[in-house]
């Protein structure tokens, strides 16, 4: 069975940092990036970033590139996700997803989100 | 980073209606575009991708179309468990952004 099963909710106070993991199965682990997606409570989504398994290469939104981090740990199939400096409004829950390879009707190769972790609350509070 | 808008915010709709959802790009985006669905305490789930494409296992009465920089998902026949929020997301070259959301209630 294709999964992905993030670590459990975290309580932290500001300024402190938050590690979550996001482990993979039923799947060759380096084929397919991953991707780490934040909720804030009653909001949308909002991507942070992407992870390559394959090299540990990584692609972070600019407004999270100062106090995120990721990594990877192919032995044991886990990717992880370091937010340091946390703040009140970090308050959220962090989803991970993989990164599906499909063909399209014109026979072109399109990515898509089809594998999502169960997500990860993180409460930041004084 | 490119900003996808999606609209309207929200909807009201009943069981058996024809729901329609857009999604616009500032710039082409080709068809890289793909529409999730969520529901209160879950991980989205993927229904289209490559903007008409349905995924694996979705249900007929979804359907994706659009290209460039208009995109359009449509629900037809409404049923009890599509009531949810939508999300359209461009994803390129291993970025990715969300569209704000569609969150479609029952009338």
């Known amino acids: 069975q294709v999964q992905l099963v993030q670590s459990g ?28 997606v934040r909720q804030a409570p009653g909001q949308g989504l ?26 990877q740990a192919p032995s044991i199939t886990t990717v992880y996700m370091e937010v340091s400096r946390l703040t009140i409004d970090d308050t959220a829950v962090f989803y991970c997803a993989r990164v599906g390879n499909y063909y399209d009707t014109n026979g072109y190769l399109a990515d ?15 | 980073d490119i900003q996808m808008t999606q609209s309207p915010s929200s909807l009201s709709a009943s069981v058996g209606d024809r ?24 991980a989205p789930k993927l229904l289209i991708y490559a903007a008409s494409n349905l995924h694996s296992g979705v249900p007929s009465r979804f359907s994706g ?13 409404l049923q009890p468990e ?10 390129y070259n291993t970025v990715s952004t969300f569209g704000q959301g569609t969150k479609v209630e029952i009338k």
């Not at chain 1, 975290?10 to 780490?36: L, Q, T």
């Not at chain 1, 909002?46 to 990594?71: K, L, Y």
């Not at chain 2, 729901?19 to 879950?42: D, E």
């Open chain 1, 112 to 126: 898509a989100f089809d594998i999502w972790g169960q997500g990860t609350m993180i409460h930041v509070s004084s």
């Open chain 2, 82 to 91: 599509d009531f949810a929020t939508y999300y359209c997301q461009r994803i």
């Open chain 1, 46 to 71: 909002e991507w942070v970033g992407s992870i390559n398994p394959n090299d540990g290469g990584t692609n972070i939104a600019q407004r999270f590139q100062a106090r995120v981090s990721m990594t």
């Open chain 2, 19 to 42: 729901v329609t959802i857009t999604c616009r790009a500032p710039q082409t985006i080709s068809t890289y575009l793909n529409w999730y669905q969520q529901k209160p305490g879950r």
């Open chain 1, 9 to 36: 909710t975290e309580i932290k106070k500001p300024g402190a940092s938050v590690k979550v993991s996001c482990k993979a199965s039923g799947y060759i682990f380096n084929g397919f990036y991953i991707h780490w």
């Open chain 2, 65 to 77: 179309s659009g290209s460039e920089t208009d995109f359009t998902l449509i629900i037809s026949n």
